[in-house]
Each structure stands twice: as C-alpha cells, then as structure tokens.
C-alpha cells in the first residue's frame, strides 16, 4: 500500500530482471554504481524514484538507455500514478 | 517471517550493543554520583570502582559502534549521555574537578556524535541523505511542538533545562531516521 506519509515514485523499473539476468546480487549492484544496498532495494521495491545521474549511471552499467530501465506510471483520474 | 531491518547504517547487533552502551552509562553516572555525594561512607570506594567499571564498559561498546560506524547508534548514545549533563555545582557538592569532568565527558561524547555524522553526511549516497533530511525535519518539528507545550504548561511543569532540549533532538532524529529507513526498505 501506498499512502500517506509513504513514498510513492513516479516510475516503473527493471532493475530485478536486468540483474538477474547478469547475476548480480543488490549488494554487488550497489557497489558498482557506488550507492548502498538499501538504495537499490529501495529502487527495485518501488519505493524510491532515483535521482537522474543515478538513472543515467544504471544506464551506463546495464547499457541500455534509460527508457529501457525505466518507464513512467499511467497517471490516474484523481492524479494519483498507478502502483 | 522476519522483519526487514531498516539500514545497515544501524544493525541490529549495533542495537544490542547500543542498549548495553546507553544502560551501563546510566548506571555508572548513577552508582559515582550518589557515591560521590557521601564519599565518606565506608562503601565509597567499592562505589566508585562498581561506576568506573559501568562507565569502561559503556565506553568499549560505543567503541564498537563506532568502528562499525554505525552512527546512529552514537548518536541515540550522545542523547542518553545528555541527559546526565548538568555540570552544575549543586549535582557534585561543589566540586569544580567532578563538574569539569562531567562537561568534558558528555562533549566528548557529543562531539564525537557531531565528528561522525558530519563524517558520515559527506560519504552518504543520495537516499540516505533524503532519509537523513526526512528524520531531521521529524525531529525539529516534535521538539518545537514539544517546546510549545511546554511553554504553555510551564507552571505546572519542571523548569526546561537545555541539554534535555539537544537530548530531545538527537534522540528524536534517531527514531525518526529508524522509522524512515523502514518506510523506504518495506
């Protein structure tokens, strides 16, 4: 649930299937971008929309383009994004 | 099903230690200040090595916890060391040696907290400090809240010393900092 006080991001990712696919642990994944493990999780979880160097760094990482780790959620009716 | 702890800034073994740390700290400042407002019963002696032990003890965990750095810990520490500050002349019946130790002891303490949170701050990654930024906007507006009340119930209320008030915003940030941490790794 996202409400409140709760975070909600704006973007959808691929972060968990992108590095499953390279066999990289959260842990591993931070220390290449040099960030915390918890960032990454909070990243993967949805919980936190990166800032744009950290989106431009996870580009050059998977090398893929940003559109293709992360994508925009469908605003709804009452403003809210979808989850 | 476990809970997921919120940050790795803050272990859980680093609570543990920060719990023996904060509790060995009480109790050494208590055992040495009542022993030393009658040091001349017979049991004074056995009283002030019983606090010198708590406060050794109190010191080798925070030390712990700051090789670990996990600062948070120190910081919820400095909060509890705060609390005894009053190096006032009525706590130590006058003596100035016990009055400046006790202010040496607690700014150590709390200039080590500032030491690594500025430390830590420089080396933090963009959500931690969002988080931090969060914890600390908790903390001002409690204790402001906290302040308020008090000023309109200060007749009834003891009179508001201001270590109690830096007490309130460190241990206050800590809780705050635990509780968004948690909201950002559920």
């Known amino acids: 649930m996202a409400g409140g006080l709760d975070p909600v991001p704006a973007v959808k990712n691929r972060l968990p299937v992108l590095r499953a696919e390279r066999g990289w642990s959260q842990a591993e994944l931070a220390q290449r971008l040099g960030v915390s493990r918890q960032t990454i999780n909070a990243i993967e979880n949805g919980r936190y929309d990166p800032s744009l160097p950290l989106a431009f760094a996870l580009a050059r990482v998977f090398a893929r383009p940003i559109e293709g780790i992360f994508e925009p959620r469908e605003p709804q009716a009452d403003g809210q994004t979808t989850p | 099903m476990s809970t997921p702890w919120p940050s790795e800034r803050a272990s859980r073994k680093g609570l ?156 206050s940030w800590v809780v705050a900092w635990l509780a968004a941490s948690t909201r950002y790794q559920r």
């Open chain 2, 16 to 171: 543990a230690e920060f719990l023996f740390a904060a509790v060995t700290l009480t109790a050494g400042v208590v055992v040495m200040r009542q022993t030393l407002l009658d040091y001349t019963s017979p049991d004074a002696m056995r009283g002030v090595l019983t606090g010198f032990v708590a406060l050794v003890a109190s010191g080798f965990a925070a030390f712990h916890i700051v090789r670990r750095r996990e600062y948070p810990w120190i910081l919820g520490l400095a909060a509890v060391g705060l609390l005894f500050y009053e190096p006032i002349p009525g706590a130590f019946g006058g003596s100035v040696f016990w009055r400046l130790t006790t202010a040496v002891r607690d700014l150590v303490l709390v200039g080590a907290a500032a030491y690594f949170l500025r430390r830590t701050m420089r080396s933090a990654d963009e959500l931690d400090r969002r988080i931090q930024l969060e914890a600390l906007s908790w903390s001002y507006s409690l204790v402001l809240v906290a302040l308020i009340v008090h000023a309109l119930a200060e007749d009834v209320l003891p009179p508001l010393r201001g270590p109690w008030v830096a007490s309130a915003l460190l241990g």
